[in-house]
Each structure stands twice: as structure tokens, then as C-alpha cells.
């Protein structure tokens, strides 16, 4: 098992930035592909940045590209977001997860996931 709690969601302007964080404990964090999704209200779960166990990320979904950017730090465990640039389209719930394939982008490879962190982009 992997737990993952994620942290850094907030309010936020349009325009303005953030960082997520997220926490994997359990087994080993370099031995997975971690990714980033988002849902927002009344719409379904969307993959938004992932980063392969070697560290490289896929194509960003079309609509973040430019303004977010995925990390990870295998020694402190963790899986970063930032985001800058924000709008309102991008408010949502954010959640991580890790997958056992090297790399991944489709939510039904991710093995764990946590608990999400609500950011809310203001007009």
C-alpha cells in the first residue's frame, strides 16, 4: 500500500500561483509513476500532469500546458505541482496518485490515491 495525502490547495486569484504537495508513505515513492488529476464540480475526473518513475513527464493535458509544472523529490517523497498562471476554470479538487507502470497518464493505472485538495480560482 501507498498513502498519499496531499496538501497547498487554497484560494487563490486569477493570475496568481500555487503549490501542491504530496506525501507518499508506505512503499517505496521511486519505484512508482505519480500523476496529478483534477475534478471539478458536476464534471468528471481529468488527468492533468504525471512524471514517470525515471522522472519524465508525458505531454501535459492541453489545457495546464505552459502553466503548471510536475516534480517530484524521491528523497523527501514527494510530488509536487506548481501551478502558475491560474484561472478560474481551474478550480477543482486535486488529487495524486501513484501507479506501478513506469509511466502512466489514464486514471485506471494509478493504483493509490489521495485524499484531494480543493483549489479554488477566483474572478
Known amino acids: 500500500q501507498v498513502q498519499l495525502v496531499e496538501s497547498g490547495g487554497g484560494l487563490v486569484q486569477t493570475g496568481g500561483s500555487l503549490r501542491l504537495s504530496c506525501a507518499a508513505s508506505?512503499?517505496?515513492?521511486?519505484?512508482?509513476?505519480m500523476g496529478w488529476f483534477r475534478q471539478a464540480p458536476g464534471k468528471e475526473r481529468e488527468f492533468v500532469a504525471a512524471?514517470?518513475?525515471?522522472?519524465?513527464?508525458?505531454p501535459y493535458a492541453d489545457s495546464v500546458k505552459g502553466r503548471f509544472n510536475i516534480s517530484r523529490d524521491n528523497a523527501k517523497n514527494t510530488l509536487y505541482l506548481q501551478m502558475t498562471n491560474l484561472k478560474p476554470e481551474d478550480t477543482a479538487v486535486y488529487y495524486c496518485?501513484?501507479?506501478?507502470?513506469?509511466?502512466?497518464?489514464?486514471?485506471?493505472?494509478?493504483?493509490?490515491w489521495g485524499q484531494g485538495t480543493q483549489v479554488t480560482v477566483s474572478s
Open positions: 496518485a501513484a501507479s506501478g507502470y513506469g509511466s502512466a497518464t489514464m486514471s485506471r493505472f494509478f493504483d493509490f
Open positions: 508506505g512503499r517505496t515513492f521511486s519505484n512508482y509513476a
Open positions: 512524471i514517470s518513475r525515471s522522472g519524465r513527464s508525458p
